[in-house]
Structures are given as structure tokens and as C-alpha cells.
């Protein structure tokens, strides 16, 4: 249930009391699971629909009953191959079970998880990874009696404090009633992998780092996941969902003559390890990752600038995540401590006309490539679905968990968590699209364009971006800082384009997002992994290349420690100080 942001506080309040006042719950042994049910569902319902109807009616006055309970399973097989220096450092598999238990007491419109407390609902224990019936329930007992424990020891706390405290701004429920769900696919396969011939590729690809002597650090991670989850609630849900993913990471690092550090990191991602780049496209990409390297470790350093600018398409689809996404986060629009960014611009226009951002994480592929986002349920057993966040630069909804705000009651999808953290409002798959988009020849001669409108001798051409963070929290400027890896000035009067490092990207996001002046006819995707309060859960992001009218930089640190002094045994450690000509591929297509 939707409901626009100019309701009245009498709408509000009624909209509230619908949310308490549904189907009472219902208990999952209502319907016995089938035969074909697997045993480890089986057990965690059957424990589960004891507890429920158990707890808090043993006639003890200071209990009271659970009014929702839910187990979450995630049952995971992992392969990991990883290499340095050109040789294998590691091959190890690894199986887990984990269990997380939620606990709520009191009833939606005030539990156990409000406010500071939220986390206090999910008890984590480790399950055993045979289907014997006994183990597993002992350890479900366990984990249930401790989580009850806790949870009534917060919900006394909770309710102390909401007689002492000044009336909250959002008022919501901690808690939606949703529609219970049933979904049991077939569990996830054991993990294929050949581990002696990703061994020998992985330290294969390792080793064309020697070729380069100033990187003087190399990792090259293989990482297969085949994870299974199991979720049931008192509510009724049932849910079985696999995932599978294989990602391919490298990393190097190098340190300029003056103490400068520099890295790149390159991820490849697929379903399953057969669908990663062939070992010649790989060995193609690290070189080039390589020659990147060499070519940083010469560049000179960048001044503080304010000019335009533009993002490639990968880059784009990191600042959106940063800049943007973050914000859009349900959880973000309520609380004493949360900046509320966007949360009075419901309906206003936060983006140029021409944009519209969507997150879809029922998306397994964009063009050709992987989605790592991708979900069919999330951790609250809510079904995913694509959600229009801002339709012609229009601030629409958030990104919803079943944590209620005061303009939507109600979960769309996006309740994510890593084991043993409560499910927040998160990103999946970022989809950024544009109705104003030219070639990116175009996109160029209008930066050199607008630099000439500033007087300004150059702009800025960002090609990768690493990471980056966003500040929501009110105690603090609502500022965001995102790290670009290799950046050129693209100048005005015809010079070749000139490679710099040391930038770190600054700025607000309300002004941010309102300079963006065109976009590129073609999207680039960022695969990755996100980490916020509610843990780290992969997602990727999809953006065009964007032309900024102005993008506010800064240096980064510059670090002390010198160069190695002792050489790299079997070749010498490089001091030219030789400036390279900088010119980037995308230069040399004009």
C-alpha cells in the first residue's frame, strides 16, 4: 500500500492502524510440508511452529509471546584459488551453514527493534550440514531461546525509553504485514569447478605482473559460490532460492617516487565459473591493468579543481550508487540521526527531466554481462521486484524493507542482509536510463565546449572509479567522497589528454546530481560489493557516460614511504620520473 506524501497526520495515523489490523498471522503448521520438502525446511518449520506457539505462555508473567518469528539459512559452498607473485598461495573449499533467528515482541506499531535497538531481533548460530533431525533442532532450540532472551530484554528497554523521550518526527510502525510466500525451488548444486586448471590460470595470471617491475603487490582471486537459502516465518513463508556466482578479482598495487600509493582493481563476474572471459581476454586485461599501473606511478599530481567533467559509463554507475542510491534507502528517510536527504523531496524533480533511475533486482543480465545484484526473494522472504525510484528526474518511493516510513507502509523487494545483521533498505541492480543521449564522440566536444564557457584550460575525463562513501547521518555535512583510479585532463586547446593521479571526487548530492547536462548512447556495469549497516551484499549498478557541468575535486593524501630501496629480485625497480604522454584509449578514438 502506497500512500503520497502529502497525506495528513489523521490519513497517516489511519493508514498505521491498517498496518496492525490484518490477518493475524498465520502458523506454518497450518500445512504440513510435502514429502518432497527438504529436511532441513522441514526441521527449521516444524521448531519454528513449536517456539511460536510455545514462548511466552508458560505462565510466567514477566514473558509475553513473540507476535512474528522467523529462521533464515544460508547454506553455502565456496571454492577460492588464490595466487601472488606469479604462485599459488591457496586452494581451499569451504561449506557453511548459518542460521539467523528473528525475534519480535510487542506488536508492529512498537517492538523490540525500534529505533537504536533494531538489531537486537536477529540471533546467528552456526547449523550443522547434515540433515540429522535432532542436531538441527537442538541448535534452532538454542538459537531461538537465546534470540527470545535478548529481544525481551531490549522490548523493556524500548518501551522505558518511549515514556522518557520527546516525540519521534516519524512515527511509522516497526513493522509490515506482508502477504506470506511460498516458493521452493531446488537447492543450489554442489560447486563444479577443475581446481587444477584454475590453479595453473590463476598463477598464470599472476605472473604477468613480473613483466612490470614497479607493481610490486599482486593478488589474483578466484571465488565460486553456489548458496542456497531457506527461509520460514510465522507468517507462513516458505522459501527455497538459490544463487550462484563465480567473480575473478585482481588487484595490484605501486608507490609513486613520492610516496604516493597507487591500485587498480578489475572484477570479472559470471553465474558459474564456465562463464568467466576466456584465459587470452584475462591475460589481455591485466596487461593493460599493468601498463596502467606504470604509467600512474609517472603522472603528475592534480590540483583542486571546479570544472566539467565527464564519468565514463562505469564510473557513472559507481557515483549513482554512492551518490544517489544510498539515499534512496527507506531505512535512511527515518530516525533522529538520519540526514533525510531526500526524504521532503518526494515528488519533486532531484534529477535533469531526461533521467529516470530504477533498481531492478529480478535482472540477471544486461546486454551480455552478469548481474551480481540479482535476487528472486529477499531476506525477509519478500518476493523481488523491479521498482521505479525516479521517473523524469521525479523522486517517486525508496527502496523499502519491511521497516515502515511515514509515505509507504509496505515492502517492495529490497530487505537485504549478510548473516547475522537485520535486513535494511538496499540496493540490488542499479538501472540508470537517459532520453538525452548522444554519441560519446559528442559527449567529448561538448566538455571541451563548456570548459571554454568557464575559461577553464581543461576538464576532466573520469574512466574508473573504485570506490567511494556517502555520509547520511545528520551529525555530519551530507557529503559524499568517491575515489577515481585513473582520471585525464582532456584540454581545450588540442593537447593530448593528460593522465593525473591523486583525485578524490567531493561535492553534496542535491547539487551533484542537478549538473549533469547529457549523457553517452551506451551503459557500462559495475559489479561489486556494497557494505553498509546492514552488512555486505553484492550489487551492481548500470549508468551511460555523463557530461557534468561542474565536478568539484580534491587531492588525496599523499603518503611518506618511499619506494622499495631493496630491488625485486630478478629485476630492478624503476625511478624514471619520465612523463608518460597519458593518451587513453577514448582519446585515441576521436
Known sequence: MIHAAGHSASARAAAQEAVVSQTPVRNPADKDPSAGTP????????ELHRAFTTLGKQ???????????????ADTEMVSVRAQYGALVDSSTNRARMLDVQVRLGDPRLDNTHGSHRGSAVNSLQLPLVDDRQALARTLWLATNTGFSNALDNYLRVKTETQ??????????????????????????????DRPAWEKRVADLSKIFREYPNVYQNIVLLEVQNETDYFASSEGSQVISPHLQARLMVFAVTRADDGMDLFRAQTFEAETADGLPKQAELEASIRDLGKSLEALRRAPVTEPFDGPAILSGRAAAVFFHEVLGHRLEGQRQRGEEEGQTFTRELNKAVLPSFLSVADDPTLTKFGNTWLSGNYEYDDEGQKARRVELIQDGVLKTFLMS???????????GHGRAQTGRMPTGRQGNLIVSSTKSVPEAELRKQLIEE???????????????????AVTTRSSPQAFQVIPLVVYRVYV?????????GVSIVGTPLAAMKRILATGDKSEVFNGECGAESGTVPVSAVAPAMLLS?????????????????PIPGGQVSGSRDQGSGISAHQEAQ
Not at 529436511?39 to 516444524?46: K, N, P, Q, V
Not at 518526527?169 to 521452493?184: G, K, M, N, T
Not at 519491511?402 to 517492495?412: H, Q, V
Open 550 to 566: 561542474e565536478m568539484e575535486t580534491q587531492r588525496q593524501p599523499q603518503g611518506t614511504s618511499r619506494p622499495p630501496i631493496l
Open 164 to 193: 522518557v523521550r520527546a516525540q519521534e518526527e516519524d512515527s511509522s510502525p516497526d513493522f509490515s504485514r506482508e502477504a506470506w510466500q511460498v516458493s521452493i525451488s531446488k537447492p543450489a548444486p554442489p560447486v563444479q569447478v
Open 493 to 501: 586547446d588540442g593537447r593530448p589528454d593528460e593522465l593525473v593521479r
Open 39 to 46: 529436511a532441513l525446511l522441514r526441521a527449521m518449520t516444524t
Open 451 to 469: 570548459a571554454k564557457t568557464q575559461g577553464k584550460p581543461y576538464g576532466l575525463y573520469f574512466e574508473d572509479i573504485s570506490s567511494g562513501f
Open 59 to 73: 505462565g510466567d508473567d514477566k514473558q509475553i509471546s513473540p507476535y512474528f518469528l522467523s529462521y533464515s539459512v
Open 402 to 412: 519491511r521497516l515502515p516510513i511515514a509515505s509507504f507502509s509496505s515492502s517492495n
